[in-house]
C-alpha cells in the first residue's frame, strides 16, 4: 500500500549532452502516468530490439563502433549503401527505413531456415521467426544458420557475451508477418 515505483529512464537534453533520468512515481499515481505499452507486433519488435541494443538513442556509437538506434556495424551499413555514418547518426528516418531492409534482408537469407525451424525447439530454445530476425541482428545470418542447422551444438556470443539463444528467447512471439523477405531491399 503506497510504495514508490521507479518508471523506465528517459532522455533529458542538457546543452547538448544526454543523460538518462528516472522519476520516482508513488504508487497511488501510478494510473495517472500515461506509460506506453508495446504489443507483440512489429512494432513492439523494433522498439524492444532497439531498447536492449541502444536504449533507443538514435545517435550512440558504443565503444565497439556500432551506431545508433539498432546499433549497426558499418559493413552492415555498406551494404545498404550508407557511407557517411555522422549523417546516418543524425537521421533517424534512415535509420528505421534501414532496420527494415535489414530485416527485410535476413528474412530473405533465412526464409528456408524459417520454414523448417520455427515450432521447433532446438538449443533448449522454442525457436519463433521474429527470435531468428533478433538473433541475426545480434549475429549474423550465417550464424543463425549454423546454430540451427547444428540442432543447437554450435553456439555464437557477440562481443559482449551475448548469446544468440538470449536473443532467439528474448524476442520470440512477435508477429513479424509484414516484413516479407526480399533479397535485395532498398533503404
Known amino acids: 500500500m503506497g510504495g514508490i515505483i521507479l518508471l523506465t529512464s528517459f532522455t533529458v537534453l542538457n546543452d547538448?549532452?544526454?543523460k538518462a533520468v528516472t522519476t520516482p512515481v508513488p504508487a497511488h499515481e501510478i494510473e495517472k502516468v500515461n506509460i506506453p505499452f508495446l504489443q507483440k507486433d512489429f512494432v513492439g519488435f523494433k522498439e524492444a530490439l532497439a531498447f536492449k541494443e541502444s536504449q533507443g538513442n538514435?545517435?550512440?556509437v558504443n565503444e565497439l563502433g556500432y551506431l545508433g538506434k539498432y546499433q549497426f556495424g558499418r559493413e552492415t551499413l555498406k551494404r545498404f549503401r550508407i557511407y557517411n555514418t555522422?549523417?546516418?547518426?543524425?537521421n533517424p528516418k534512415l535509420q528505421e527505413r534501414t532496420f527494415v531492409a535489414y530485416?527485410?534482408?535476413?528474412?530473405w537469407i533465412l526464409r528456408k531456415d524459417i520454414k523448417r525451424s520455427v515450432g521447433k525447439t532446438i538449443g533448449g530454445v522454442k525457436i519463433t521467426e521474429s527470435g531468428i530476425l533478433a538473433a541475426a541482428h545480434l549475429g549474423?545470418?550465417?550464424n543463425v544458420k549454423k546454430f540451427l542447422r547444428s540442432n543447437g551444438t554450435i553456439k555464437?556470443?557477440?562481443a559482449f557475451g551475448t548469446s544468440m539463444q538470449s536473443y532467439l528467447e528474448k524476442f520470440a512471439d512477435y508477429?513479424?508477418?509484414?516484413?516479407k523477405a526480399n533479397k535485395k531491399p532498398i533503404v
Open 140 to 142: 549474423g545470418a550465417g
Open 156 to 158: 555464437f556470443n557477440d
Open 175 to 179: 508477429d513479424v508477418s509484414n516484413i
Open 16 to 18: 547538448k549532452k544526454e
Open 58 to 60: 538514435y545517435r550512440v
Open 86 to 90: 555522422d549523417y546516418f547518426l543524425k
Open 103 to 107: 530485416c527485410k534482408l535476413n528474412k
